[in-house]
C-alpha cells in the first residue's frame, strides 16, 4: 500500500502491544546483568583482573570488545531491515536474534579467571545479537498505533523494560552475590540465569506480536543480499527528502555515544572511581531501575502533548547535569563534609546523583525511538529502524572507543566528562529538526513506482 496522503494508523490492541513490550521486559536482563551491573565488574575486575594498572587494560578489553559488536550492527543493521520489509519477515529476523541472544549469554558460565579470549568473544556475539533484536523489535513500532499514542507506546515499553530489569538483576544480586574473585562459583551462573530469563519472558511477544506487511517475491535470478543492497541505496538516495530523519541520526550518535558509554561504565566507574560497597551497588541498582522507569513512563506521556523533540532536548539537559554530577561526586562530597561539618562517604552521594542518571536513562532513549517512529513510513519502517540501529551502534563504537582510549591516559573519573560534551553536540544538532515538517514528509511518502 503506498502512502498518498496522511493515513490514519489504527491502534493496536492491548494484548499486542503488551506482547511488544513484554520484549523490552526480557531483554533488559541481558543488558543490566551482562553489560551495566554484574558481568562488566566481573570481567574488568576478576577475568582480566589488572588492578595494580587501575585496571586500565581491563577497561580497554570490555570497550574493544562492545566496539567490535556495535561495529558488527553497523556493517549488517540496514541490510536485514531491508530485507525484513522486502519479505515481511521481522517476526522470522527477532526470533533469530533472540535464541541467538541466549546462546551466548548462557556459554558466558564458562568464562572463568584468565579466560580473557573466549569473554572477549562471547560478549562480542552476545552484545551483537542482543542489539539486532533491538533494532528489529523496535521496527514494530510504528505499527502499534498512531502518531499521537507512539511517545506512550514507546515510553510503556521502557519503563516495563526497566521493571523487568528490577525482577532479573534483584534476583540476581540477592542470590548470586557480588562479582568478585572469593564469589566467583556463585556469580559465574548470571550468564545462564540472564539467558533463561530472557528466554522465558519474551515468549509473549512471539505469541501476540502480529507480522504485518505483504511478503514480496523475489525476482528470478535475485538474491535478498542484492534486493537488501538495492533499497538500502533507494533509501540513501531517498534521505534527501527525510531531511529531518537525517539530521535527527546525526543528533542520535552523538547523544547515544554517552548513553551507551555511560551503560557499559557506570557501574565499573562506581566499583573502581567511588569504591561503593555491595550494599550501596545494590541500592544504586534498585535506584536507577526505578527512575528510568519513571522517566521513560513520565516523558513518553509528556511527549505526545510537548512533542519528542523538546522532550529529546530536555532529557539531554538532564543527562549533562547527571554527567558533572557524577564525575564530581568525590569532590563534592569532601567539600560538603568540610564545610557541613559531615561524615558522609562518595558512595552515598553517589545514590543522589543515580536518581539523576535514572531519569535521563529511560526518557532518552524513550524520546529517540518515538522520534525515529514518527519519521519513518510504515513500508519502510524496518529499513529506517535500521538506520536507527546503525546510528546507536555506531555511536557505541564511537563513544565507547573514544571511553576507552581516554580512559588509558587521564583515569576514568576525568575521562566520564566526554559524556557531556557528546550530550551538548547532540543538542546543538537536534535543534535544526522540524518534528512537524519530518512527520508530514513520512505520512505522505510513496514508494517509487507505484
Known amino acids: 500500500m503506498s502512502h498518498t496522503g496522511v493515513v490514519p494508523r489504527s491502534r493496536a490492541s492491548r494484548k499486542e502491544i503488551l506482547g511488544w513490550a513484554m520484549f523490552d521486559f526480557a531483554n533488559q536482563a541481558y543488558t543490566l546483568l551482562i553489560i551495566t551491573v554484574v558481568f562488566g565488574e566481573l570481567f574488568t575486575?576478576?577475568?582480566?583482573?589488572?588492578?595494580?594498572?587501575?585496571?586500565?587494560l581491563a577497561n580497554l578489553l570490555w570497550s574493544l570488545a562492545l566496539a567490535l559488536s556495535y561495529l558488527m550492527v553497523v556493517v549488517s543493521g540496514p541490510l536485514c531491515g531491508a530485507v525484513m520489509d522486502y519479505s515481511a519477515s521481522k517476526k522470522r529476523f527477532l526470533f533469530i536474534s533472540y535464541l541467538a541472544t541466549i546462546a551466548t549469554t548462557a556459554m558466558l558460565y564458562f568464562v572463568a579467571p584468565g579466560y580473557v579470549l573466549l569473554g572477549f568473544i562471547l560478549i562480542t556475539l552476545s552484545n551483537y545479537a542482543y542489539s539486532m533484536g533491538e533494532s528489529f523489535i523496535a521496527a514494530f513500532l510504528p505499527d502499534l498505533g498512531p502518531p499521537r499514542d507512539l511517545g506512550k507506546i514507546s515510553g510503556f515499553g521502557w519503563a516495563l523494560g526497566y521493571v523487568g530489569g528490577l525482577f532479573a538483576a534483584g534476583f540476581t544480586l540477592v542470590v548470586l552475590g557480588e562479582a568478585s574473585a572469593e564469589n566467583f562459583e556463585r556469580i559465574r551462573w548470571v550468564g545462564p540465569f540472564a539467558a533463561g530469563f530472557f528466554l522465558v519472558t519474551a515468549i509473549p511477544t512471539f505469541l501476540w506480536l502480529r507480522e504485518r506487511g505483504t511478503p514480496q517475491a523475489l525476482p528470478a535470478g535475485m538474491s535478498y543480499y542484492r534486493i537488501a543492497r538495492q533499497r538500502v541505496t533507494q533509501t540513501l538516495?531517498?534521505?534527501?527528502?527525510?531531511?529531518?530523519?537525517?539530521?535527527?541520526?546525526?543528533?542520535?550518535?552523538?547523544s547515544m555515544a554517552g548513553v551507551y558509554i555511560i551503560i557499559a561504565f557506570a557501574f565499573i566507574y562506581g566499583a573502581q572511581v567511588i569504591g561503593w560497597d555491595e550494599s550501596i551497588r545494590n541500592i544504586?541498582?534498585?535506584?536507577?531501575?526505578?527512575?528510568?522507569?519513571?522517566?521513560?513512563?513520565?516523558?513518553?506521556?509528556?511527549?505526545?502533548?510537548?512533542?519528542?523533540?523538546?522532550?529529546y532536548i530536555g532529557t539531554l539537559l538532564l543527562w549533562v547535569a547527571a554527567i558533572l554530577?557524577?564525575?564530581?561526586?568525590?569532590?563534592l562530597t569532601a567539600w560538603l563534609n568540610a564545610q557541613l561539618g559531615l561524615d558522609w562517604e562518595a558512595q552515598h552521594l553517589f545514590l543522589v546523583v543515580g536518581c539523576l542518571a535514572g531519569l535521563s536513562l529511560g526518557s532518552s532513549q524513550s524520546a529517540s525511538r518515538a522520534l525515529v517512529g514518527l519519521f519513518s513510513p510504515?513500508?519502510?519502517s524496518a529499513e529506517f529502524f535500521g538506520f536507527w540501529g546503525l546510528a546507536n551502534k555506531l555511536a557505541g563504537v564511537f563513544g565507547i572507543i573514544c571511553l576507552g582510549l581516554l580512559q588509558s591516559v587521564v583515569g576514568l573519573q576525568a575521562s566520564i566528562l566526554l559524556c557531556a560534551g557528546l550530550f551538548i553536540v547532540a543538542i546543538l544538532?537536534?535543534?535544526a529538526v522540524n518534528q512537524g515538517r519530518g512527520q508530514r514528509v513520512a505520512e505522505q511518502w510513496q514508494?517509487?513506482?507505484r
Do not use: N
Open 447 to 449: 514508494a517509487p513506482g
Open 429 to 431: 544538532i537536534c535543534l
Open 325 to 331: 554530577a557524577i564525575w564530581a561526586t568525590p569532590e
Open 284 to 311: 544504586m541498582f534498585i535506584i536507577v531501575q526505578i527512575t528510568a522507569a519513571a522517566g521513560a513512563l513520565g516523558f513518553g506521556m509528556i511527549q505526545d502533548r510537548i512533542g519528542a523533540k523538546v522532550t
Open 237 to 254: 538516495q531517498d534521505l534527501r527528502r527525510f531531511r529531518d530523519l537525517g539530521v535527527f541520526l546525526v543528533s542520535l550518535l552523538f
Open 45 to 56: 575486575t576478576v577475568i582480566v583482573g589488572d588492578r595494580g594498572d587501575d585496571y586500565r
Open 378 to 380: 510504515l513500508e519502510k
